[in-house]
Nanobody, 124 residues
Framework: QVQLVESGGGSVQFGESLRLSCVASGYISQTYCMAWFRQAPGKEREGVASISPSGRTTTYADSVKGRFTISRDNAKGILYLQMNTLKPEDTAMYYC?????????????????WGQGTQVTVSS
């Protein structure tokens, strides 16, 4: 059974940075595709970034390209999301997700394991 626990959220000002972490229990090294999603109040959950089991393949939502970087440390079982130049529209609950597959992309319906989320609030 895979369990995911996010951390690193907080309240920041426009233009500042945050790094989210997701610690995965259970064996996910190089067998699970992982991703970050976010959901703002009143909006659907949207994919932010996804990474293949090896870490060699990544994809990003257009809204975060060039500002966010997804990475993973399979030895430690940790997924990261480095978020730079944050904007108020990045305000949302951020979720870590995983699925046992070589690739799942940014479709939330393809992920079976989810964390509880960490809140990110960006003020102008």
């Amino acid at each position: 059974q895979v369990q995911l626990v996010e951390s690193g959220g907080g309240s920041v000002q426009f233009g500042e940075s945050l790094r989210l972490s997701c610690v995965a229990s259970g064996y996910i090294s190089q067998t699970y595709c992982m991703a970050w999603f976010r959901q703002a109040p009143g909006k659907e959950r949207e994919g932010v970034a996804s990474i293949s089991p090896s870490g060699r393949t990544t994809t990003y939502a257009d809204s975060v390209k060039g500002r966010f970087t997804i990475s993973r440390d399979n030895a430690k079982g940790i997924l990261y999301l480095q978020m730079n130049t944050l904007k108020p529209e990045d305000t949302a609950m951020y979720y870590c997700a995983a699925d046992r597959s070589s690739w799942r992309g940014l479709d939330p319906n393809k992920y079976n394991y989810w964390g509880q989320g960490t809140q990110v609030t960006v003020s102008s």
